[in-house]
């Protein structure tokens, strides 16, 4: 496995849950490649940390899909599985969805204005060709109706599903697919802003639900 040159730091105060997120991104982003073996040793020496948190990270990417470890033998970065992302997108699609449902009634004007702004970053993002950026953005967007409707269950589950349809989101929003976000953005917060829980619902889950399962 290539080490790559750079070492990102690591906050000592959050050491598990930063080597799991810096681990998480470096497969997300392709720094490390489907098929790809990752030994805990070689990463333990590119993030500076021991190899017990990088350990316990890979059991986290492997309950998440990100990889797959062989007990006694290997651990290697998961293929775009057809299955695996398809349960992961519709899991994920009925989650938001049903945070909406609990989240619209309890909007206030602030929510919605951060709803707008942030929908803004993600086009301007998007027309830059700045992908990094959109996901960024549009993951602020999607985080604020399940931070509002406060359910825990709803937000443990999008966090081990969602980094599965990280790679698929990236191929959305590098394609003509993904120059429809913005007006599906539009249509979300408006639905939001006149209290239509059923009509914001159904694009929260038709957002998620129509992700494609392949990188094709």
């Not at 953005?185 to 399962?213: N, Y």
Request: proline residues 5%; hydrophobic residues 45%; aromatic residues 4%.
């Amino acid at each position: 496995m290539p080490i790559p040159t750079n070492r990102p730091p690591v906050d000592r105060s959050l050491l598990r849950d930063d080597v799991y997120l810096r681990l998480r991104d470096a497969i997300i982003d392709g720094t490390f490649a489907p098929g790809e073996q990752l030994r805990d040793g070689d990463l333990a020496t590119w993030l500076g940390v021991s190899r017990t948190p990088v350990r316990e990270a890979l059991l986290r990417l492997a309950e998440g899909g990100l990889v797959v470890a062989r007990p006694g033998r290997s651990t290697v970065v998961s293929s775009l599985d057809v299955r695996s992302t398809r349960e992961a997108r519709d899991v994920v699609a009925a989650m938001h969805e049903l945070a909406v449902r609990e989240a619209v009634a309890l909007f206030t004007d602030t929510h919605l204005q951060a709803m707008r702004e942030t929908a803004g970053r993600f086009t301007v993002a998007l027309d830059a060709g700045d992908i990094d950026a959109a996901l960024r953005a549009d993951d602020e967007l999607h985080d604020i109706p399940v931070a509002v409707a406060g359910n825990r269950a709803v937000a443990k589950v999008l966090e081990q599903f969602m980094p599965v349809l990280r790679r698929i989101e990236r191929v959305r929003f590098a394609s003509a697919d993904g120059r429809r976000s913005p007006d599906r953005h539009e249509e979300f917060i408006r639905l939001c802003a006149a209290g239509d829980v059923d009509g914001a619902a159904a694009v929260a889950f038709e957002t998620w639900h129509s992700l494609p399962t392949t990188a094709d």
